[in-house]
């Protein structure tokens, strides 16, 4: 079964600060890997897709990949009180996209001004 | 996101009472999804499509059907509600023509069974 594994939190950060979230995976298979945030109450929102070893750059956002760790974390530079929100890792199926992504449980993030 | 709408926002419904809950997408994808997002369970896939008339189970697909006979719909059924089915549901709209992988979610649907 694949697993998408998250520290719950929650993380607390000061304004200002380097938020980093991590995230690890099971299916060595995987090749897609998602980044969503998630208000409370609120429906899951894109923020990052990441499919090659190495970094990629969005902004304040920053996700890494390591597929030989399976490892993938997401970076915030200059944390801004409106980051505070629930950080959903997601992962594709090796099966190739159409099958649906598994999810981590999520970590809470809170930003402190 | 605006192109995704699901129906209805809110229900309260009694144990053993089918229910249906409706996503519609404007944006032409082919895939659509349903999860279930519950506390210390996350986000799980109940079924999906991959086009019309063509779906299969995910991970928890006991208790659920589905139907897609157009591009732009996708329903989840709950046959005979229980108690364990109160969630929140969240439809997902991905795949071509995008060409890429990522999943797009519609507003969700409160739904308590009691």
């Known amino acids: 079964q694949k697993e998408v594994e998250q520290n719950s939190g929650p993380l607390s950060v000061p304004e200002g600060a380097i938020a980093s979230l991590n995230c690890t995976y099971s299916?060595?298979?995987?090749?897609?890997f998602f980044w969503y945030r998630q208000y409370s109450g609120k429906s899951p929102e894109l923020i990052m897709f990441i499919y090659s070893n190495g970094d990629k750059e969005d902004g304040r956002f920053t996700a890494q990949l390591n597929k030989a760790s399976q490892y993938v974390s997401l970076l915030i530079r200059d944390s801004q009180p409106s980051d505070s929100a629930t950080y959903l890792c997601a992962v594709e199926g090796s099966g190739g996209g159409a099958d649906g992504l598994t999810f981590g449980k999520g970590t809470h993030l809170i930003i402190q001004p | 996101d605006a192109g995704i709408t699901q129906s209805p926002r809110h229900k309260v419904t009694e144990t053993g009472t089918p229910v249906t809950l409706r996503c519609h997408q404007t944006e032409n994808h082919r895939y659509m999804y349903w999860y279930r997002q519950d506390p210390g369970h996350g986000l799980r896939l109940i079924h999906y499509s991959y086009g019309v008339k063509d779906t299969d189970k995910g991970e928890v697909s006991d208790g659920y059907s589905v139907s897609r006979s157009k591009t732009e719909d996708f329903l989840l059924t709950l046959e005979s509600a229980t108690s364990s089915q109160t969630s929140v549901y969240f439809c997902a709209i991905g795949g071509p023509p995008s060409g890429s992988y990522e999943q797009y979610f519609g507003p969700g649907t409160r739904l308590t069974v009691t």
């Open positions: 299916d060595r298979g995987s090749q897609s």
